[in-house]
Structures are given as C-alpha cells and as structure tokens.
C-alpha cells in the first residue's frame, strides 16, 4: 500500500500569512505515460465531509480560491495557502490515486495564531 | 445540482451488521464511480473502498473483504454499503464519495480524479 505522510500534524498561521503542508509518499504516484501526480488534497472543516481542493497534484477544483495552491512531482507534494483567511481553519489531507487501496495522509491541522 | 444524500444514524450491537445508503440527485448515476470513506472519531480518513455501477465492479481493501457488501438501485440512484460483523471499532462516520472520471482496465478499477461530491456523513455506532 502507498503511505502518505503529512507534515506538521498541526500548525498556527497568523491572519494573512502563508501556511505550508507538507505530503511525502512512500512511491512515485506519477503516472508516466499521462504524465500526472495522481495526488488530490481536501479540506475538512469539524462536520462537515471533505471538500476536493486540488487534483492531478496542482489543478485547482472549480470554485477554489486561488490563494490554494499545489506543487510537487513524485514523492514529494505540498499545499499552500498564500494568505490564510479564518475560513479556512480546517484540517487538510493529501490523498493518492495512483492505486488501490486509495490511502490518505494523517492530517494538518490548520488554525489561526 | 449534484448531491449525495444518505441514510441516518444507526446504533448497532456487536455483532450486528449495519446498512448505509447513498442517493445521487443531479446525476447519472451510472456514470460515475462511488467510494466508501470513513472517519473515527477524532480521526483521519480511511478509504474503505469503490464501486462502478457501470461495470458493476467492486474494489474494497483487504480490511473489509467478507465483511462488506454493495447492492444499488438504479432506478432510485442508490448504493448501498453493509457492513456486517460489527466491531466496535467500527464506530466511525461514514461517507460515500464520487468519482467523476475513472477507467476499467483489465477487470481492475483506475481512478483518474480526487472525490468531488460527498455525502453528508452517517453516523455508526457500535454500543453494547
């Protein structure tokens, strides 16, 4: 199975400024022959489901603001939120496609500072 | 407008086995793929598995082998997911979660996209 580690498990982020998350898989999820990173992000708030915030490692959901971005190739992929508005205090999971069983990262806990 | 809407929260005995349905509205529901998700409490997301009305095909994790069975409706746009021989770490919300691009390749499920539409959640719980 593919292990997805996330770090920090949680982080503090004053209004504004930027937060970083970090997701590194235990094999390559990118599919040569497309090429994509088979890599998807979600944001969950506390009851609530998660809500799609990126696909294929960097492509923005419709709808996403675009202070959302993802990067990474590979093993090693992150989320960053360029200016951190309270709305999105939420936790934020990375999760693989590239093959079954689909596995999620642990969780980034992000709140306000 | 395409939601997901599921059944509500059970409390379930030991033992026991607990049926979760899924109705898709806005959609064709045959088009798509559809993925069980659930969530302990206090925890993090766990895949239990997928299903392609299309193909019929189900693709669970070797957790849940024997222990879960799919069945839909098409005529109502339903999936349901049992899950039987209850633990109690089975006490968990769960979710339903489609899949709006994926391809059969070899009788073995390729998803090409994140999960873009979930359910609102139903919650399980296991209690003696």
């Known amino acids: 199975d593919i292990v997805l580690t996330q770090s920090p498990d949680s982080l503090a982020v004053s209004l504004g400024e930027r937060a970083t998350i970090n997701c590194k898989s235990s094999q390559s999820v990118l599919f040569t022959s497309n090429p994509k990173n088979f890599l998807a992000w979600y944001q969950q708030k506390p009851g609530q489901p998660p809500k799609l915030l990126i696909y294929w490692a960097s492509t923005r959901q419709s709808g996403v603001p675009d202070r959302f971005t993802g990067s990474g190739s590979g093993t090693d992929f992150t989320l960053t939120i360029s200016s951190l508005q309270a709305e999105d205090v939420a936790v934020y999971y990375c999760?693989?496609?590239?093959?079954?069983?689909?596995?999620f990262g642990g969780g980034t806990k992000v709140e306000i500072k | 407008q395409v939601q997901l809407v599921q059944s509500g929260a059970e409390v379930k005995q030991p033992g026991s086995s607990v049926k979760v349905s899924c109705t898709a509205s806005g959609v064709t529901f045959s088009s798509y793929a559809f993925n069980w998700v659930r969530q302990a409490p206090g925890q993090g997301l766990e895949w239990m598995g997928g299903y392609i009305p299309m193909y019929g095909m189900i693709d669970f994790t070797e957790k849940f082998q024997g222990r879960v069975t799919i069945t839909t409706d098409e005529t109502t746009s339903t999936a349901h997911m049992e899950l039987s021989s209850l633990r109690y770490e089975d006490t968990a919300v769960y979710y339903c979660?489609?899949?709006?691009?994926?391809?059969?390749?070899?009788?073995?499920?390729?998803?090409?996209?994140?999960?873009?539409?979930w359910g609102q959640g139903t919650t399980v719980t296991v209690s003696s």
């Open positions: 999760q693989q496609y590239y093959a079954t069983p689909l596995t």
């Open positions: 979660a489609r899949v709006p691009q994926y391809y059969n390749a070899e009788n073995k499920i390729h998803f090409m996209y994140g999960m873009d539409v």
